[in-house]
């Protein structure tokens, strides 16, 4: 599959279960990703601009949480899905923030931002949907100030044959069940399944960071290894 097939793919598929999307994520998930995100937004600060950009923000979750648990920011919230980006335009305004997040449609690959423009740059569950995810990486450096933070939190194929074994019946076998009682598009879990599987492991995805010149690399494994945050920083110079 080219570059271009999997972007076609992950379009065709998230603009058909959007109106879902977020009641899957929490089912799926236990609700264990309203505690990843928690987790992320806790290791956010800001020093100099008080802005955050949420890259493939989907539905805006992460903006939200970052916003309400740092209420001195202002945040951006970017995606090239207007599909998610409507239902999380009224998931901010129905928590009283459109003064404080603002939503647009954009590329990863190339941020409509200038150098340095952010304290932090964070993708949630997104980076897995991206080809070139060397370039995304760069592209969020970029607009971070020096000491800034790049955040990426991620799910992952955990080593151990017995949790890859539970984990493998459970992304190929009961995701996709259940997604069919629910979503309009059931290929999307499968689609799901796939990206997870075939994720870099934590030390390959950190030296992915460190090759984009970002120093101080943190992983922080989450409910036994399911899912990673991993924290970069800009060098100062």
């Known amino acids: 599959m080219t570059d271009a097939e999997r972007i076609g793919m992950v379009k065709e598929i998230f603009s058909t279960v959007t109106d879902r999307y977020d009641f899957l994520n929490h089912f799926l998930s236990l609700r264990r990703d309203v505690g990843w995100r928690r987790f992320t937004v806790k290791k956010m600060s800001f020093d100099s601009t008080h802005r955050f950009l949420d890259v493939a923000t989907g539905t805006a979750d992460l903006a939200i949480g970052a916003a309400l648990r740092h209420p ?15 239902v999380g335009q009224r998931k901010v305004s129905g928590a009283g923030l459109s003064k404080r ?6 590329d990863a690959l190339s941020l409509p931002f200038p150098d340095g423009s952010f304290d932090v740059a964070g993708i949630a569950f997104g980076i897995r949907n991206i080809p070139d995810r060397l370039r995304a990486l760069s592209e969020m ?6 000491g800034g933070k790049i955040m990426v ?19 190929n076998r009961l995701l996709p069940r259940i997604a069919k009682r629910f979503s309009l598009n059931p290929r999307a879990y499968y689609y799901l399944a796939d990206s997870i599987m075939n994720f870099p492991p934590p030390d390959k995805f950190s030296a992915l960071m460190r090759g984009t010149g970002m120093a101080d690399i943190e ?10 945050l991993y924290i970069g920083r800009k060098p100062r110079g």
């Open 141 to 146: 450096a970029r607009v971070v100030v020096p």
């Open 153 to 171: 939190l991620e799910m992952a194929f955990t080593p151990g044959w017995f949790s890859n074994l539970i984990y493998h019946t459970y992304l």
């Open 219 to 228: 992983t922080h494994k989450l409910t036994c290894g399911a899912t990673y």
């Open 72 to 86: 001195r920011i202002d945040v951006v919230g970017l995606d090239f899905m207007k599909e998610m980006l409507d």
């Open 101 to 106: 997040i603002q939503l647009l449609r954009g």
